[in-house]
């Protein structure tokens, strides 16, 4: 069984703000570089019980280096770096059994711990009218290549994100989100246990769950903070912008296509100053 870990930062044991994921202004960054190692492993190691014979584990954060390549689990590589294409699942593709989504959160705009969608400048993000975070992003591209998401990992409002468009899905809820920086967190024990025992009852049910039903084309909306950012993001050929709701319209006919177009999207929207 070919396993694919995607490991984002906010959603990880024991972070709760910004300090724990921003290595240029977090006093905890080290602490939770070494949480989010932690959490991998536990999952990794529990998969391993369950029947995987391949893991592929994708640092999904920011630059996406943030997992301690040295303390990673021995049976598992290490996809690190950017830019990557696909970014958070780059590398997924028809050949694994199942994907996990680690230390994930909420989407841009709803209650949860560290809630966004991919950077500062998303409002809303869309799939075919269907507003998505970034689980729901991630989901979607794994069921272009008929992967399951079977395993969730971050607080208790992205395990119900995420079960509104994967019913089925296990979900390992390592903290109860208080505020947008604030959770009640189980203890490093009880937080690795659950971990363990999702992703074991998570790939013992891998076959059940249904990969996200969808097929390409595709329409992709991305509606900005603002609307400098729309009209930069709308420099990429093929969009169409909404001027009446700050939306950019992109119709994808490939799952590469789609995410590269809304990673160039954002980088463009990046450069738009507001004042
Ligand atoms: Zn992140």
Not at 114 to 121: D, K, Y
């Amino acid at each position: 069984m070919k396993v694919f870990l995607s490991v984002d930062m906010e959603g990880i044991s024991g972070i709760v703000d910004n300090t724990y994921i921003n290595p240029d202004a977090g006093v905890n960054y080290q602490r939770g570089r070494q949480f989010m190692t932690d959490d991998a492993n536990a999952v990794i190691e529990a998969a391993i019980e369950a029947g995987a014979t391949e893991i592929l584990v994708a640092d999904s954060h920011n630059t996406m280096n943030n997992i301690l390549w040295e303390s990673l689990h021995p049976k598992a590589q290490l996809l690190a770096g950017s830019p990557r294409d696909c970014s958070m699942v780059h590398g997924l593709d028809d050949s694994f059994d199942a994907a996990l989504f680690i230390g994930y959160h909420t989407r841009q705009g709803v209650p949860g711990v560290l809630s966004h969608t991919m950077s500062g400048v998303i409002r809303n993000l869309t799939i075919n009218g269907r507003l998505v975070g970034e689980f729901g992003f991630n989901a979607i591209y794994a069921g272009l290549y008929h992967v399951p998401v079977v395993m969730v990992s971050g607080d208790d409002l992205v395990a119900k994100e995420a079960r509104e468009l994967v019913p089925d899905i296990a979900t390992a809820v390592v903290k109860k989100a208080v505020s947008r920086t604030a959770a009640h967190c189980l203890s490093r024990g009880e937080a690795t246990a659950e971990l363990k025992k999702q992703t074991k009852l998570a790939l013992s049910k891998a076959k059940q769950i249904a990969p996200v039903q969808t097929a390409m084309p595709l329409e992709m909306g991305i509606q900005f903070s603002h609307t400098g950012q729309a009209e930069m993001a709308a420099i990429v050929p093929g969009s169409r912008y909404e001027t009446e709701t700050g939306t950019v319209y992109y119709t994808a006919h490939d799952p590469h296509d789609m995410y590269k177009t809304m990673r160039a999207m954002l980088n463009l929207a990046s450069e738009a100053e507001f004042f």
